[in-house]
C-alpha cells in the first residue's frame, strides 16, 4: 500500500483517507485552533509528538468533536500527545440539545459497523481537556472521548487532566475513554486527575459490554 508521509499540520489537515500515514517527526501545532481532522486507514506515529493541539473556545448550536481526530477507521499507534489543551464550552439559542466529544487521541463517538485500534499512544502530564456543556450530554477522555462497537484500545497511557460538566446528568469523564461501548480496552494506565459533575473513572467514566483488562 502507498504511503503518505506526514511532516507539517497541512498534512494533517489534508488527509484523505484509506492510506497509510506516517509521521516523519514531531508536529508543532502552536498558533493553530485544532478543531480535529479525519482519520481513515493506519496513522503510524513512529514514536513521534504532536504538540501544542489547541481550542479553546466555544461550539454553538451543533455538537463538539474536538481531539487530533474528530472520527476514524483503521488503526492509530505509536503516537504521542504533548501540551495539548482543551478547553470548551458548547451552548445554543436554538432550543436544542447538543453533545460534547473530547479526546486526545480521538474525539468519537464512534459507530455503526466501523472498527478502531488505538494502540501504544501516550498523552503527557502537562495536557488539560475540559468540557462545559450546557445544553447536552459530556464525553470527555484522556485518549477517547466516546467509543462504541469493536473500538480496541491497548497499551495506552494518559497523564493528562480530564474534565466535564453538563446541565443534565450525563458528564462522563475517564482517563483513557469518556465513555466505552462494547468494547475492549487492554493494558492501559491513567495518572491524570479526572473530575466530572456526573459520572467519572480511572479508565472510563461509563463502560457497558467492556473488557477491561490489566489497566490500572
Known sequence: ???????????LKNMDGGYYYELTGD????????????????????GYSIKNMSFVGTVKNSNA????????????HNLNIEEATIIVDVTSDDGSQYAA????????????S????IRNCTVDKYSIF???????????????????????????????NVSATSSRSEAYVGGIAGGIYDSIIINCINNGEITSTYFAGGIAGEASGVTIYNCT
Open 101 to 112: 466529544y473530547v479526546g486526545g487521541i480521538l474525539a468519537g463517538p464512534t459507530q455503526g
Open 27 to 46: 508536529i508543532d501545532l502552536a498558533g493553530l485552533e485544532w478543531g480535529g481532522t479525519e482519520m481513515v486507514g493506519v496513522f503510524d506515529g513512529k
Open 1 to 11: 500500500d502507498e504511503i503518505k508521509y506526514i511532516s507539517a499540520p497541512s498534512d
Open 65 to 76: 468533536q474536538i481531539g487530533l481526530f474528530k472520527n476514524a477507521i483503521g488503526v492509530i
Open 130 to 160: 475540559t468540557v462545559k456543556n450546557t445544553v447536552g450530554s459530556a464525553h470527555a477522555g484522556g485518549i477517547v472521548g466516546d467509543a462504541h462497537n469493536t473500538t480496541v484500545i491497548t497499551d495506552c497511557t494518559n497523564s493528562g
Open 114 to 117: 466501523t472498527f478502531v485500534i
